[in-house]
């Protein structure tokens, strides 16, 4: 037998490797929490596995729908009991069984389990003077939550390997899916609207039509509607140079007179300076706003522009100066139309972090960055169909204002496919897409 331990920042990373190393077959016999991520602890039994017959094992998979049943369970039982005792925070768990670890067969095509509503318990007893320990309910909580993505990961395997066999025609289209980087949800919601088209290649052709379909644009040109028109998003995403190229598209068509710009962005070293450069070339004028400072007021003397456009500072999540930023322009007397900058070359979850960090101000919708530079459109995309967000501009080159665009969904599609990844998906990947799919709301696989 050989026993090995992985560390990885989280639980599905780490069973990652643990797949890459050892195989499938590997069963994990242990996890905990230690300094920036997980320990994973897999053991792999040669003699086992050479002898073992690759048979559906039934009783399993009855054991990890049971197991997954509980999680709903105790899930519930942890937020009603959050003001119990530690020694009812102990028993919340107990016999729990730890069958997320075993290695996973393909056998008959798997049906979604039904969870019921768990009953409500008894009231639980007054709190103790000691009170509760926070670290045991952190604890708890994390036992919890790498419980539940082992048990993400291994129905993930389990399903892909059920849909090769009983649907190969619809596994294939879930692999080109993944080629162009669509989430897991969006494909299946993809599929779902082909099922009755039996020919591949219009199952194809109907299924990027229904893609293209599902991006929303503005249907009048933001610049065109005029008003407070704001950059948000961490750094890097490329929010200066967006505001310049339409600040640029605006003064070629209409003139310099009707325009303005503000800055506030005050911890970037040179942001000022190079807002100022560019207010010096197209005769217009830069307002600086900082940390403070009241936007309404700034803005004031600026209301007989048509079109004012400000750039923000990409500043951390957990910075209070990101906290104030978004509050002031999602004060009542702004009215800013505020357009969250993507750049394409960021990963998903940088991306997904990103929305979560500047939905707070109100998103009028996107505007994409570094076409040019990208690998893959389907994390982006699958962002704003997810989110519905409307995809306002495209850039995709240094050049202002020549590189900015307006959206074209099926042109975007058309894009999103001629960048695909040229190599096959790996198993593992697609494992992944179908975990995301069981960590969706709405969960129906195949």
């Not at 560390?7 to 069973?15: G, L, S, T």
């Not at 393909?106 to 318990?121: F, H, I, K, N, Q």
């Amino acid at each position: 037998m050989q026993v090995k331990r992985f560390f990885a920042a989280d639980m599905r990373q780490a069973m990652k490797l643990v797949r890459d190393e050892l195989g499938a077959d590997a069963a994990i016999i242990g996890n905990r929490r230690i300094a920036g991520g997980v320990e994973l602890t897999a053991a792999l039994d040669y003699k086992l596995s050479a002898l073992a017959p690759r048979v559906p094992n039934m009783e399993l998979e009855d054991e990890l729908r049971k197991t997954q049943s509980r999680i709903v369970t105790a899930q519930a039982e942890l937020s009603l009991r959050g003001e119990a005792d530690g020694d009812t925070n102990r028993q919340l768990f107990a016999g729990l069984p730890m069958t997320a670890g075993l290695p996973l067969t393909a056998a008959e095509p798997l049906s979604e389990p039904t969870y019921t509503a768990p009953a409500r318990p008894a009231p639980a007893p007054a709190q103790s003077s000691g009170g509760i320990d926070p670290r045991a309910l952190d604890s708890m909580r994390f036992e919890l939550n790498s419980l539940r993505e082992l048990m993400e990961v291994q129905l993930g395997t389990l399903a892909w390997n059920q849909l090769q066999g009983s649907r190969p025609a619809q596994a294939n289209l879930y692999r080109r899916l993944q080629r162009i980087g669509l989430s897991g949800p969006l494909s299946r919601d993809l599929l779902a609207m082909v099922t009755d088209i039996e020919e591949p290649r219009q199952a194809w052709r109907m299924l990027l039509a229904h893609l293209a379909r599902m991006i929303a644009v503005p249907e009048v040109e933001p610049l065109e509607e005029g008003g407070v028109i704001a950059m948000v998003g961490p750094a890097g995403m490329g929010k200066t140079t967006t505001l310049a190229k339409l600040a640029a598209r605006y003064v070629l068509k209409y003139g310099a007179q009707n325009v303005a710009l503000v800055s506030m962005d005050s911890f970037r070293i040179g942001a000022q300076e190079q807002l100022k450069t560019l207010g010096r070339i197209l005769n217009v004028p830069v307002t600086h706003v900082d940390p403070g400072q009241s936007l309404v007021q700034a803005l004031d003397p600026l209301l007989r522009k048509r079109v004012v456009l400000i750039d923000t500072a990409g500043l951390q999540a957990s910075d209070p100066a990101l906290r104030m930023q978004l509050e002031s322009l999602a004060g009542r007397g702004i009215r800013s139309k505020n357009y969250l900058v993507l750049a394409t070359t960021s990963q998903k979850q940088v991306l997904t972090a990103a929305y979560h960090s500047y939905k707070r101000c109100g998103l009028a919708g996107c505007i994409l960055t570094k076409l040019d530079e990208t690998a893959s459109l389907g994390e982006v995309l699958s962002l704003a169909i997810s989110h519905e967000l409307p995809v306002a501009y495209l850039t995709d080159g240094p050049r202002i204002p020549d590189d900015l665009h307006l959206p074209r969904r099926h042109q975007l599609v058309s894009r999103a496919v001629s960048v695909q990844m040229q190599e096959e998906p790996s198993e593992e990947a697609m494992a992944d897409m179908f975990a995301d799919i069981y960590h969706s709301p709405t969960k129906q696989v195949g």
